[in-house]
């Protein structure tokens, strides 16, 4: 079962652990992206990141669909991790059991707009994001588990 997929240019960190991981108790964490898998040096930092209790699993964003569609990842609460809104949009329009995407961070790069201080968007990854929102997917942003949420402008994410 999914619980999440957060995007966050960091990862697993602090906030990941401390918080989501408390809040969510996944019994695995799932790292979608391209370049991690063939860094030897990202997954060896990965894995020392992750709290001891939970399972990580790093794969290539194609194959994280394919686990996840498959039927693999079925019997682990499953936090999914992404490093860039495009994976995320990915992995939620391959993956009709993808239903709340978090947005935690993302870095302030020219063309983006800020929609919180740690979430930084382009206009094509807000109408994308804007598009999987109109088919029911929840799109919110918040750093940690306990803030407030801030959905997507017309993400019909209430406010906690």
Known sequence: MIQLLRVDHRLIHGQVVMSWVRTLDPTAILIANDDVPSDELRKSTLKLAKPADVKLVIKTVA???EAINSG???SYRLLILTDNVADAIRLADGCPTVQHINLGGTK???GTT???NTVNLTEDETASLTRLASRGVEVEARAV???RKVPLSGSGSAPA
């Open 63 to 65: 194959d994280s669909i």
């Open 72 to 74: 693999k990842t079925d």
């Open 108 to 110: 302030r790069l020219e």
């Open 114 to 116: 800020p929609l919180t």
């Open 145 to 147: 588990a306990t803030d």
